[in-house]
């Protein structure tokens, strides 16, 4: 069963931002590495002048067993505080070196985002997103039927009449609203376990068609065939089994 522009279009926008995401943290882990590099260089500009400083404060001390006068003695009173400020700076620039190593050297979790990521690992992705999806709207469906019965006197509605019912996610309507639908073309009538499916079939990359479902009890699965004919399946689990006298 072909694909449906609507999975379609969240598959590619997956994809997207699959790979989107990993450039954004390079980008940003790059521009911080670049102004470390600058702060670093700035560090070991200020090191060399500490260290030409440092040197006439010893050769001001061996003066010192001598007589010094009024002004010798003030400069190397300054110098004396001057070194203080020097050897701060140094330990700054110690801990900004420190800092540019670890920049060079990826986190795990960076390194696993920049890694990457072969189809079945997006499939994987992909599969687990649309099950969280169908749960979410499970889990809101009964409370947006009844928002919308507050409003209506009428039969229960299809589920894109339930659409401005459900709540936002971010100011954005929830995922999964263009993309599932009831089971039953009327609405799921009282005692039914199945409630709804993913519109359409999604071609997996071991030859089968997926769908995933959503039960009352807010529960969603993700079911595969061969033939992409889920009748069957839909048939069994639909209703609970009637008991036999």
């Known amino acids: 069963m072909p694909m449906s522009k609507s999975r379609l279009a969240m598959a590619v926008a997956l994809v997207i931002a ?3 995401i990993p450039v954004v943290l390079w980008r940003s882990t790059r521009f911080r590495l670049q102004e ?10 200020e090191v060399a002048q500490l260290t030409e400083d440092n040197q006439s404060l ?8 001598q007589s010094l006068s009024t002004e ?8 004396r505080s001057e070194i203080g400020r020097l050897r701060g ?6 801990k900004l070196r420190q800092e540019n190593q670890l920049l060079k050297t990826p986190s795990p979790a960076m390194a696993a985002l920049q890694a990457p990521r072969s189809a079945a690992e997006l499939e994987t992705e992909l599969s687990m997103q649309t099950i969280d999806a169908m749960k979410d709207l499970c889990r809101e469906l009964p409370a947006a039927l009844q928002n919308f019965l507050n409003y209506h006197d009428s039969q229960p509605p299809s589920l894109p009449e339930l659409r401005n019912y459900f709540p936002t996610v971010n100011g954005r309507k929830m995922p999964g609203l263009y993309t599932f639908t009831f089971v039953r073309d009327e609405g799921p009538k009282p005692g039914d376990l199945l409630i ?3 519109e359409g079939s999604r071609g997996k990359l071991d030859g089968t068609m997926a769908r995933v479902y959503g039960f009352r009890d807010g529960s969603a699965v993700e079911v595969t065939t061969p033939d992409g004919n889920f009748d069957p399946w839909e048939k069994q689990h639909l209703s609970p089994p009637s008991s036999t006298p």
């Open 196 to 198: 709804l499916r993913e």
């Open 36 to 45: 470390a590099k600058e702060l670093s260089a700035k560090g070991a500009e």
């Open 18 to 20: 699959s790979v989107a």
């Open 72 to 79: 010798e003695a003030q400069e190397l009173l300054r110098l």
């Open 58 to 65: 010893s050769n001001l001390v061996g003066q010192a067993k």
């Open 89 to 94: 700076e140094m330990r700054d620039a110690d």
